[in-house]
């Protein structure tokens, strides 16, 4: 197993922008004044500042994870091999493509070994450009071929670093978003220095690199940044126009890096439809929106040679069901309360009822069946029956797939991003009640407007959609703990505009009938200022022994295996063995294998839970047939699965083939009732005795601590 150990060696105050809103320049008869020129230079020192830090920050977090990968891994100084090895998992298979490309002849032979693959699953030739989101790799690796860097620079550091740039992208979006929603820079300063010392709840790029979300994030974060410019008011229609195409290049390019893009962009959407049903949005940058992702998804289906997935997700079928709905229910922002909200449940039904029939269609006429394990283990995970489903309890044993663990809010709260974050929450989402319910209920009529002017909640357009989408994807996290980096991010963002914002700090002390103009400006400022000192006093040591602390990569087991077969195996070897190190073996030796992690496809996971009855209690030449079916030449056990400990009694991967076979589990515990025991011993265990019954079809050729590798016998 990959582990980390200490290495044995060693090696040679602020200027700010007013709010927008503010009518600093109003006369009371409401005549506006000139701006002074001395304003405007102003203004353009605050927005030289805030563009400075924004870059600055940016960069310092591209470094500072840059540098601690460097630390863990001793990355520049080990071989080739143990660099591809620390690339686990799913991200050594997206990384191989990287380097295939890198490999071939030419651009357009490399191009056709994707298209055209037979050695990601054996015996079936698949397009991987179609399958996996790996346009990234490929655009990587072309322009690696065609610059002048090749000397200066080796493929792998080009593919890192340009990871870890993207996440100065990533912060300079997130900075900006803040700063929009408040006015004032000092916001983004707080939000991206949040964003940075809860780093371990933020992001994990340092040590899951090639990962699809690494690639989609800071895209996603653009792409909010864009809608939050947009739904400002008085825009000019260039701006408008401009924005619009910001946010589709951000959707498009958000959408191509990751395949989980439509289920996010499904909880944008609701957040855009509650507020739309709301009246708390312009309708028509709304029906924008809608648009924009469905030809953004549209556009990446067609680069993906039509995958079918994208066609059957329940993005397009949601957001083609509003805009149909829009159309056959008129009027329905008219009316009184109960008028208004007769019609939203109506439209609500109506939207959901449409949804669900254009999905069912599409997949109808598809034949599609690619997502129906994500929606069988929501359907276990939220309680709606229990399941045998191997690939379902596959998903629910896993930790990341689990509920957000409770130490993760006392890391938060550390920084006092929680309480800051939970403080903005509670008033912002009483704002938004008070203003829902005047818009449903029409009592914003010009009267009752002057009646209460002095005591009227305001919500802008931006800060409300950034109200429900926080709420949202803060429920994707709660539920889901691989989800929370789209959740914590934004809540630095969040956070950090209430701080800086001045209709936060102008409601409260309206409440307190303690507001002056002067007071809410003071306020405004003090808190953030006072939050990043405290922050950067408590963190900055610990963030420089973090820095400090030397690390290397060891894992002489795997590199020992992958020596073995490069050396020892043909080239056109077929290996058998689990998702995780077959990511690996195909990355290190380029031989062929019988199945990988992406598991965004139905054949794949059935041949997953056919190749995993070497762990099972299966006879030996039952499984000696299944893996000769798919190819094999060579199959690897792994004693920590064969004989693991890591999950508790009931989630170990064998005890989750044992019961979708039905038979009885090992080891202390109830069972199902109608499981019964096998009539043979565990594979993985038995075969190592070395019986008559296995030795006919299976051969031992390697062995470490950690890998068994045997090869099969060709029978007639």
Known sequence: MTTIRQRRVGKGTEAAEDQPSEETNVKPDGKILSDPTGGKLWNILSVTVGGIFAISLGLLTSVYVATLHENDLWFSNIKEVEREISFRTECGLYYSYYKQMIQAASIQQGLHGLVYDNKTES??????????????????????????????????????????????????????????????????????CWYITNRVDTTRVEFTIPLRENWALPFFAVQIAAITYLLRTHLQPVQERLTLTAVFIATFLFSLTWQFNQFMMLIQALALFILDCLDMLPTAKVTWLYIIQISGLLLVCVLQFFNSMILGSLLISFNVSVLIARTIQKNLKKGG????????????????????????????????????????????????????????????????????????????????????????????????????????????????????????????????????????????????????????????????????????????????????????????????????????????????????????????DTVELMNWIKSNTPNTAVFAGSMQLLAGVKLCTGRTLTNHPHYEDKNLRERTKQIYQIYAKRSPSDVYGILRSFGTDYVILEDSICYERRHSRGCRLRDLLDVANGHIMDGLGENEPDLKPSLYPRFCEEIKKNLPSYTIHFTRVFQNKTFHVYKLAKHK
């Not at 698949?126 to 790799?137: A, G, H, K, P, S």
């Not at 593919?159 to 979006?173: E, K, M, P, R």
């Not at 803060?474 to 989800?483: I, N, P």
Request: net charge positive; hydrophobic share 50%.
């Open 337 to 556: 309360l109960l008028n208004r909200l007769g019609k939203l449940i109506l439209h609500v039904l109506l939207v959901l009822c449409l949804t669900l029939l254009i999905n069912k269609f599409i997949k109808k006429i598809l034949n599609l069946e690619s997502d129906e394990h994500i929606f069988k283990f929501l359907k276990a995970k939220f309680g709606f029956g229990a399941t045998r489903d191997f690939d379902a309890n596959l998903y629910l044993c896993e930790e990341a797939f689990g509920l957000l663990p409770l130490n993760t809010f006392s890391r938060l709260s550390s920084t006092l991003l929680f309480y800051a974050y939970g403080f903005v929450l509670f008033l912002l989402t009483v704002a938004a009640v008070i203003v829902a319910f005047r818009n449903l209920s029409g009592s914003n009529q010009v009267q009752l407007k002057e009646k209460m002017e002095e005591y009227t909640v305001t919500l802008k357009p931006d800060a409300a959609y950034s109200l429900v989408h926080t709420v949202l994807f803060g429920c994707l996290a709660l539920s889901t703990m691989r989800m929370k980096y789209l959740w914590t991010s934004h809540m630095c963002v969040f956070a950090s505009f209430g701080l800086c914002s001045t209709e936060v700090w102008k409601l409260i002390l309206k409440c307190l009938h303690l507001y002056t103009s002067q007071r809410t400006q003071v306020i405004k400022y003090s808190i953030p200022i006072i939050t990043l000192l405290y922050i950067s006093f408590k963190f900055w040591p610990g963030i420089m022994d973090e820095l400090s602390e030397l690390r290397e990569f060891y894992d002489p």
């Open 123 to 192: 015996v079936r030739t698949i397009n991987i450009l179609e399958r996996m989101n790996v346009y990234q790799e490929v655009f990587l690796s072309i322009l690696y071929r065609i610059l002048p860097i090749q000397q200066y620079l080796e493929p792998v550091y080009f593919y890192i670093y340009t990871l870890f740039g993207l996440q100065a992208v990533y912060v300079i979006a997130l900075y900006v978003t803040s700063w929009l929603l408040s006015g004032t820079w000092l916001s983004g300063l707080l939000a991206a």
